[in-house]
């Protein structure tokens, strides 16, 4: 239901189901896993329009993506109009399909400096950020918010127009508000009423967890596509299920779960220098290793990986229990 044929790589963003954003998780590894399951785009973890401005070699680290993960999205975080502006001509450079801006990111390191959700208590603020990026690339701008900044302080009902009079071509939109941080359930009609006053596509996000979380979350909203991040943190499947129509799709065998992890390695290998290669595939093993009995004891052994022979030990042994609870469950 989400396959896409026509070369069209926005609609491929706010007609589909998309991978979040999510720093420190979707790395270019996971993305590239992400798109072979079928998201239809997917989007950079969040880079500092200002470390991209003053050329900061973290931030550009952020930005190197792999062909295969196209279409994709660079993610910008910031407050300043200036450095969205450099940062928006730097990016429109390098081959991304659109670029992003966070307006949403909870974290307080982030909104007391003015920048994620604190742009949702300052639309000002908010649309000259949309307006630097916009007249500063060719590229499609979207913006990625929250419901607003507490139930006492929602966005404007005329925020979504706001948006795209400055240039904005879609928002997705987690449906909770920055104080909710990320607890309680997501507020599926208040992502309703902003789809309801947008002129622009809405993408739906929140608390995705299977086909059904997901197809029910579109049906609730109205929006035009959807986006999902922990629910594909180690089950990218949750992407082919949505693209087949068929919820078993989501639920993979154990040699492909191994097979897809010694990609994701593979792939990770490529680009990550071997003194923090481990460190990174750690968190990533751990995604994949829960829900199955046995999964607590690997998790104490998953976070040790060392080297290539730990990684095969620990495949080797999670195929084993996958495929014992797959036996207790048939
Ligand atoms: C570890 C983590 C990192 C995140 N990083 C970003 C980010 O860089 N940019 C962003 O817009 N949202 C970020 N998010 C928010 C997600 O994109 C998403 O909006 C949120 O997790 C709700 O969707 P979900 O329930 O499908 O995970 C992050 C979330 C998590 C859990």
Redesign the pocket.
Known sequence: MFAFMENNSLREYTHGVVL???????DSAFRRICRRMGATAV?T??VAAAGLSRKSVKSHKLLRFHTEEKPIGV?L?GNRPGDFEGAAEMVSEMDFDFI?I?A??PVKKVVNSGS?SALLRNIPALAAVVRAVSSHTSLPVTV?I?LGWSPAEPVPDSLPAILADEGAAAI?V???FRSDM?AGE?RKSEIERIVQNSPVPVIA?????SVSDALDLMDATGASGL???????GNPWIFRGLVTGKPEDAFPLPEEVVSVIRQQYEMMSEYIPVNHLYHILRGQLLNYIRGFRGAAELRGRAVGVDCREDVSDILSELEELLNTERQRNL
Do not use: W, Y
Not at 20 to 26: D, E, W
């Open positions: 979040a954003p999510m720093a420190g998780s979707t989007v973890e969040m993610q975080f992003d966070n949403g990111c994620g990625k929250r997705a987690h449906g909770r990320f997501v996000n929140g608390d995705s967890r986006m999902i991040g922990r629910g594909a943190l």
